[in-house]
């Protein structure tokens, strides 16, 4: 069994606490991805389950054994990184069957693994070549493969995709979707690119400044984030955000913006959840995608709250179109229709889909709704 267990785990460089406090289960034959933005403590984390860095404190286990004091070849993983570091004066057949010789495997067994490794990265026509004689992509794989050919309880990967262009990241990620469901084994990713943690994630972590704020499906972590830099970091757009308080007028609770004339009626079903809060500083979350020009709104029927909206500008990205609004001193990104023209200064009624409204405790960030 291959689960990695976090148990109250620290890790500090002298007065920089690095990694603070993280507990995490990654399950046996899990995708997990770290993510998170620079300096969040991703590898940190990743480098002391590795064995890479010393744990300052709290238990770091793989399988059922603790292994704090364990040395990393002897903790039965494989890293990928992101530069190579392939020997470039061997072919990729010698790269990929170096670890293995290291390690005194008998000659047949080197050569059936090397194989297996090469037919499930198609590397078997490319054996023979040099490094520098591989595109970039290929270059990838075989660091894969060098991994791969160790069959390790688990796979760590640090941002193993961050070299290689737009087109050829795409691809490799379908890759190594269809990699780990033919590995069965347990991977642990780091990237900063929230994309790449939606795509191929069974679960995300995401940290900001060493700590974990939520470990969950990417679609729970988009649909119900637990704090607002959750909400903040998933999805792009980002969510909007508008601060504000919480009022009571007769029956209605109301949110009012603090920096614009945004008035919003709490839905009735949320009522009794949002009550507590009243009188208190809230952040109103919307995205960009349950925001609705009028004409699309009255189409789809959709119910909510109408706001008026300055554009500032807008991007057209051939599928979709984004218009940048304010309204206020808040700024507000929405979708729009491809048919729609809309210029600078133009006017705009949008409706929210409250159905699909969040609610911040704007001091904790915890998520209220
Ligand atoms: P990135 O995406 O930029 O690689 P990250 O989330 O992986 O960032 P870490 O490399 O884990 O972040 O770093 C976490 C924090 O620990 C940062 O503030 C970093 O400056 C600090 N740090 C990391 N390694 C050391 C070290 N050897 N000595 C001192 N501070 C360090």
Redesign the pocket.
Known sequence: MARVLLEKVF?R??P?E??SNANLEVKDKEFMV?V????????????MIAGL?EVSEGKVYIGDRCVNDVHPKDRDIAMVFQNYALYPHMTVEENMAFGLKLRKFCKSEIKQRVQTASEILGLENLLARKPKQLSGGQRQRVALGRAIVRNPLVFLM??PLSNLDAKLRVQTRGSLKKLHERLQATIIY?T?DQVEAMTLGDRIVV?NN?TIQQADTPLNSYDTPKNQFVAGFIGSPAMNFIEGNLVRKKDEVIFEASKSPVSITVPNDLKDIVLPHLDKNVTFGIRSEDIFTEDKALKKSIEGATIKVKVDFTELLGSENFAHCTVGENKIVTRYAPHMTLNMNDQLNLTLRLSKMHLFDTKTALAIV
């Open positions: 890790k460089f002298g920089v690095a990694v770290f998170g933005p620079s300096g969040c403590g991703k590898t940190t984390t990743l480098r860095e640090d941002e780091v900063h940290m060493g």
